[in-house]
């Protein structure tokens, strides 16, 4: 009796094994998801995160991604680095021990410096959004920008802000690691080339109190202060204190977006006052609305609020159409090739170009059209759009 | 002289705030002889409960505060009691242990609350001015509830019974026991009071700062860096090193920037364990 029972549960298994194998086995493409899931940074990982499963589920929905004869089902794997070097290179081997070949993410620049070596060890193609000056080149064949830095949207945001706010002097604060002084340094050439005396700033990640650095700041007796690549959160608080200080000139952020998160530590739009700031997308478009009510329809819930999300959307969906043009999901120098060759132009974010052989040697820089945030006076003004200078 | 007299003023400010967290630290080494790695957590943890008491519950913020003070004090007391207690002179378990709580207290708020911060205001805003010095209210309130805290802590550590057993089991356990000092009783009490105080500087500080479930990493280090000067278990070197570390912190950064302030102090740290090795007030080695 036992052992008829042992025959049919073994029967029974290798019939479930027949019937899903090869289903399993037809073709998955699995994506990776490399990014700061906690730590300071955690709402620029969540919003990678949000895409890439918004992606896969995306192309899912439609019956799986077209690759060669097959349809692909689209999964993902995600790491969380916490924003650190060491961290994005764990998620790289953890990633590489998987087989996966796409990777979506990270974003600040000392997780750059992690994965890189290890996407090229693995043959990795990798789209990261990082606003190092190294972030991209020529001995990066295989990672692409998913956003570009400063050095392409940096000068028409200072034209806007030194016309409505008459800057003379700016003062750059940043963190001291490369994230902060890439970005910072890039920033305050930008500021001097229209004429604005600008100093730099740099503090020690993990800082929680900025008090000290602030009095620092306004011995400077800047007419703004740039908050540039600080983590949201640091930004927020260093606003904060600058008001309670006294500081009464404008707040400027040419780097990662992070205005709500900004507004709701530093206490609203009473406290931020004057401001402009870059937006990674021109938000109010109905155009790029729209992928939020796709988001809400596709995953059942509402995206994330910070907007990188909409650029890794974007990313995600080039990097799918690139696949199934290439015709493989291993080969990711052919899929490289082939994304060289795409047209930027996203439905929900319009046409783009690539950019990057200027700034970093290499044309591999998604740049689509962004957004110039502006508030005068606690009013928030329309967020305007902005196409990317052509190099 | 105004950035002097403004740092000065940010020293103490920040000073306050550290001994607060640090005494927490302290109390836990020098009693039970545990590393507390989750003394982030629970000053995270008093943020957010006090975040909670305020905009779920609608409570007046100086009760959300006494509120999140007994959340942290109970699980810090339940936590001690079910787990410490089992393990507590297994330093390497004890470590793992709180290092683990830790890392389950923060993911649980990232979970629970988001990666991003909410929006938690001190309920006094404006700031003091004189001439060119400035005191934001908010900070002034902070710092006199930090310096009562202090006294308080203090009065009860060697003013009371409790204070007394605590100080006894801390100088040595086994004769403390010998003498009727029933340590499964007090441990989880200290632990209570150490979280207690931890939770309470997050439910002050986070408003005035920010509030997201990462501000724990910097609160342990910091608290690390301070018990470690002041002398692992004394609560007089914890205070004073906190002070210390406030005042050395807001000058340097003041007049040498953010990043050589930090290497500034911590240079000073080491020129100070390289003369004292035990920190300024501490005992040559532990014997409980």
Redesign the interface.
Known sequence: MMASSARSALGACCALIIATGPARAACELKLGIVGGLSGATAQWGAAIKAAVEFVAADANAAGGLKVGAESCHVTTSAFDTKATAEGAAAAGNGLASQGIKFVLGPVVSPEATGIKPIAARNGMLVFLNSYAKNAIGPQWPLVFHEGPGPSVWADPIVKVAKSQFGLKSVVVVAPNDQGGTDIASVDADVYRQNGIEATTEYYQRGTANFAPIVTRILSHGPDAVDTASSAPSDAGVLVKQLRQAGFKGSIGRLGGAATDEILRISGGPEVLKDAYWYENVAIADPRVRAVYDDYRRVMGTAAPENTTMVLWVAAGRLLLKAISEAGTISDTKAVAATLRRQTVDDKYLGRGRWTGQKFFGINQEISYPFGIGLMVNGEMKPIQRADPPAE | MT?FV??TL??V??GAQYALLALGFTLIFGILGVVNFAHGGFYVLGGYAAYWFVSAAGLPYPLAVVLATLVTGILGYLFELLLIERLVDDHLATLMLTLGLYLML??GI?ITF??????F?FPL?G?L?AGPF?F?IANLVVLAVCLLAILGVYALIFRTDLGRALRALADDRQVAAAQGLRPRLLFPLAFALACGLAGMTGALVTPI??L????G???L?TSFLIVILGGLGSIGGATVAAFLVGLV???????L???K??LALFVLVLIILVVRPSGLFGRIAREA
């Open positions: 950035s403004t740092a940010i020293g400010s920040l923060s993911t990232l988001g990666p991003e911060s909410p929006l205001e805003n700031t001015r400035y934001p700062l920010s997201a479930p990462h501000v990493d910097p609160v280090a912190e807001a000058y340097s950064s003041v007049y920037g953010g990043s302030g930090a």
